[in-house]
Structure formats: C-alpha cells, structure tokens
C-alpha cells in the first residue's frame, strides 16, 4: 500500500473525520487529535498531521468532483470513458456511499449550532441547581 490508501484507511477507523452527522462532527480538538495518531501511525512516511489532513481534503474532493462528473456523464448520455479515472475511488466511496451528502455551512452557523448547544447544556444546569434547592 501507498501512503494514500494507509491514509484512507485509517481515516476509515475515525468516522467522526468524514461523518457530519456523527456527534463529535464539530469537536476540532477532538478531530486534531486523532490527525495526529493518524500521522503517528503513518510515520514511516515522515508526515504530519496537518498533511495528513490536507491530504486527506484533497482525496475526498477529488472523489466528490469525480462522482459528480460521473452522474452528468451518465445524465446527459456523453462518454464517461473520457473521465479521468480516480484511483482511489473504490477505497473512499466504501467509506463514503452511504453518509448523507456534504451541505455547505458557514461558520457562522457552526458558531450558532455550537452556542445553542452550549445554552441547552446551561439552562439544564440551571434548572437541575434549582429542583435541588
């Protein structure tokens, strides 16, 4: 195996780097810190974990531009023959096929997503404080 597929293989055991439904999806310390095991893991290759990570950006934009050439090929009947084959295609949609697509948010709306949880998390507090008074 090749530094890419190592690296698409060990992002494959940390969903919470490819899942945006999964619960930790927006815990960067979190994600950080597995980008660094992943790098440990792929010291051989004399990487870091900020690498790893941009690279692993890369591979999965490439496979999302590949599929969605792929889906115009075949919607609009033209040859999907003279599409640039992805190398890494079959290793990445085992990983990815079945997550919902990928939408677009601001950061802004992660700052609020965040907050409001952080508020729900304060008013529990609150109010667990107060029934024990």
Same mark, same amino acid.
């Given at each position: 195996m090749n530094f890419n597929e190592e690296l698409i293989e060990?992002?494959?055991?940390?969903?919470v780097l490819y899942d945006s439904t999964h619960t930790k999806f927006l815990?960067?310390?979190?994600?950080?810190?597995?980008w660094i095991?992943?790098?440990e893991k792929l010291a051989k290759y004399d990487t870091t974990a900020t690498n790893c990570k941009k690279r692993w950006k890369q591979l999965r934009d490439r496979f999302s531009k590949y599929v969605? %050439? *792929?889906?115009?090929? @075949?919607?609009?009947?033209s040859a999907a023959s003279t599409i640039k084959e992805f190398t890494h295609?079959?290793?990445?949609?085992?990983?990815?096929? %079945? *997550?919902?697509?990928? @939408?677009a948010i601001s950061t802004m709306s992660c700052i609020m997503q965040f907050m409001g949880e952080q508020m729900s998390s304060l008013e529990t507090q609150v109010i667990d404080t107060q029934d024990t008074e």
């Open positions: 060990s992002v494959r055991d940390y969903p815990d960067t310390i979190r994600k950080d810190n597995i095991k992943i790098s969605g %050439k *792929l889906k115009k090929a @075949k919607s609009s009947g295609y079959q290793l990445v949609a085992k990983m990815l096929e %079945k *997550l919902p697509p990928v @939408k």
